[in-house]
């Protein structure tokens, strides 16, 4: 199949002059694997050759070379002389047989690592009806009976995060108003069920009257909003939560690494 061309190089040369701490060879092959996973790429096509690529990214051959091999070894593509590389019948799939999984223990860890090292004010604590919203999250009926909690955590007397959560009814009886302020809710959760796996994402928000006078900002100050669940061994969701931070006051990492099976792993780091 002839030579799939690149059509608007400006983009890649673009992201590949930024500041990302990456280097060069990685960029050109994560470009590249993305256009194979959303097809840009399918099946028995050919990729633009070395010299193309290179114009394309502004980098040397060497750097060519070494993000296609890395596509090479991981299934993406072939690679033979006098015929090019071409992407592996295989390549769709792969982004399914090879998953990010992320490190549960590290991540657990990590919470509790900062409930030690901080103090805690109890805002709110109760059992409610839950709302269509979050019904849905905890995979429950609208105004079935859940606990809700509001909290305030401190460092060093300041206010660096709020945090809402909802717990299903029958892991919240397990602790008391008085456990919620003395313990991690990590780790009471914990004592009554197993934390199987944890879906988690971060986003950009402003804050609201009541964060603002919660976090000791002004409204409209940007905070940064992580939402979070966590799933029992059934794959049923134990508690939904969201917390909100001092964009200043939080940092948040990610470590990516292969393992002996060459599955990236990542694990996950939160510091104050």
Do not use: C
């Not at 500041?19 to 092959?29: F, G, I, N, Q, T």
């Not at 928000?205 to 964060?211: G, R, Y």
């Not at 508690?239 to 990492?253: K, L, T």
């Amino acid at each position: 199949m002839p030579s799939t061309s690149i059509s608007d190089t400006h983009h890649e040369e673009a992201r590949l002059s930024s500041s990302s701490p990456l280097p060069l060879y990685h960029r050109v092959y994560l470009l590249l694997r993305e256009r194979i996973v959303n097809s840009t790429y399918g099946p028995g096509d050919t990729l633009p050759s070395e010299a193309e690529l290179m114009n394309a990214f502004g980098v040397s051959r060497i750097t060519v070379q070494r993000a296609l091999n890395t596509l090479a070894g991981e299934g993406f593509v072939t690679r033979a002389r006098g015929r090019g590389t071409t992407v592996t019948q295989e390549a769709a799939s792969l982004q399914v047989d090879r998953p990010i999984a992320a490190s549960m223990n590290g991540l657990l860890v990590n919470l509790s690592n900062i409930g030690q090292g901080t103090t805690v004010k109890l805002i709110h604590f109760g059992y409610q009806r839950a709302s269509r919203s979050v019904a849905q999250a905890l995979d429950i009926e609208p105004g079935t009976s859940i606990q809700k909690a509001t909290r305030v955590r401190f460092l060093r007397g300041e206010p660096f995060s709020q945090s809402v959560s909802h717990v299903i009814e029958e892991v919240g009886r397990s602790y008391s108003r008085k456990d919620l302020e003395t313990h991690t809710l990590i780790g009471l959760i914990q004592r009554a069920r197993v934390i199987h796996r944890v879906e988690q994402s971060i986003v950009s928000t402003l804050a609201d009257d009541t964060q603002a006078r919660l976090l000791q900002t002004h409204v409209g100050a940007p905070l940064l909003k992580l939402s979070r669940v966590f799933f029992d061994p059934q794959n049923l969701p134990i508690n939904v939560a969201e917390i909100y931070y001092h964009p200043d006051r939080f940092e948040f990492r990610v470590t990516w690494t292969r393992d002996a099976d060459n599955q990236m792993q990542v694990d996950l780091h939160s510091s104050l």
